[in-house]
């Protein structure tokens, strides 16, 4: 019993959204203070208690319960963490609402900065097309993913990385 209970509080601990009682509905386009950064591609909203999946934009993973810490991951999130750290961040929310483990898929501002696009810019992600959404923005993610290929930045410096999600 006192396993357990310690279990419980190591959960509630490293993953205090397990005991957050489940959404209410959809979330509205608009500004939000951010709680806290899961990795480079995800972060918690405050208030709301809504885990945020950037769409366009797929990081090497960090958190993942049965992958490794993938090179470059780190990088991506503390990106993420820097950039906004501000607190507060614009979000527009397109065709797909969520992905398929419960995440609001959104484009992510900053001022007049996208982060999926300073990410791939940075060689930090790949540009993840497979979800509905604006031609417009994914001629703009492709455009940042060349940019950091040619330069050879970040996932790209050492000749590796595919070309998932295009």
Known sequence: MIALLAILAALRHWCPEVFQ??????????LYRVARVVDGDTFVLADVNEKIRLLGADTPETVHPRR????????ATEFTEEFLAG???RLELDV???DKHGRILAHVWVGDRMLSEELIRAGLAR???RYPFS???KSRLRRAEAEAKNARRGIWSAGGGSAHGL
Do not use: Q
Request: overall charge negative.
């Open 21 to 30: 009682p489940a959404p209410t509905g959809p979330l509205e386009p608009g």
């Open 68 to 75: 490794p810490i993938e090179p470059w991951g780190p990088e």
């Open 87 to 89: 607190g507060e961040v």
């Open 96 to 98: 797909e609402p969520r």
């Open 127 to 129: 540009a993840m097309l």
């Open 135 to 137: 031609a417009a923005v």
